[in-house]
């Protein structure tokens, strides 16, 4: 795969301190011309399933070839794995943590290494510390990956087996979708881990949440201000929002409150 020089990077670090930065800094000290993209700092603390949604629905907005990292890592510094995949013409880096463990089960084909360590000292990265790893792994084997210096299978021991994802898979029945809500945007909309293309066999669709109904229409504008509504969002997945307010304030709920999809009764 030819690398394209864009790195990505997902974490729950926030703009609080200089652990972002630090992280570019090292970055480019490898490779003064990576591209450096910051797709989010604002995961929940210690909040893997995030991550791993965000990363899997954003990555194909990046030219091939792109590094996508990915650190929320409550186990830094034990002996928990790093994984290496390379993907759909893309590299992926993230803890063992089930952060990619969604993405992972639909990666048909996928080449999945586990970070051989012992590469560490072949790419004269030195000794990490036992709380940053951010820093003092990922930052610099990005920028190899991104640079073409190396690959997953040069410094990876090839696996067939991951950490699972931490919420389940939507359950899908012939009259109704059920799943969680995965994160509340900085607009209050509860965003779903319900994809659009699991509702095509139900008849005028009703979203179900914290024991109201509402309608599923195409966009905010369809309703009144003050009125809630439900969309498929520009990420192809189901979200419930309030006009011109705030859906998680309003309805009570947020992040892993379960969400239904019902056929409209009749």
Known sequence: MQPSGVITITTDFGHK????????????QRYRDAQVVDLTHEIPAQ????????????????????????????????????????????????????LLGRMLDHADGALIFRLDFSALERLNIPVPSNTFHG???????????AAGTTTPVAIGIATDTWIPAWVDEPEVRPDAVSGSVMTVDGFGNLISNID????????????QVAGRKIPL??????????????????????????????????????????????????
Not at 56 to 74: E, L, N
Not at 218 to 235: D, I
């Open 17 to 28: 301190g200089p652990f972002v930065g630090v992280m570019k800094g090292v970055i480019l």
């Open 47 to 98: 909040w893997p399933p995030e991550a791993g949604f965000w990363v899997r629905r954003s990555y194909r907005y990046f030219p091939p070839g792109t590094v996508h990292v990915a650190i929320v890592d409550p186990g830094v510094g034990t002996e928990r794995d790093i994984l290496i995949i390379e993907h759909d013409h893309h590299y992926f880096m993230a803890p063992d943590n089930g």
């Open 135 to 145: 820093r003092d792994i990922f930052a610099p084997i990005a920028a190899e990956l």
């Open 196 to 207: 659009a293309h699991l509702l095509e066999s139900l008849s005028q669709p009703v979203v």
């Open 217 to 266: 229409l195409t966009t905010y504008g369809n309703v009144k201000p003050g009125e809630y509504l439900a969309l498929v969002n520009s990420f192809g997945v189901v979200e419930v929002a309030l006009a011109e307010s705030n859906a998680a304030e309003g309805l009570g709920v947020g992040r892993g409150a379960p969400i239904s999809v019902v056929a409209k009764e009749t």
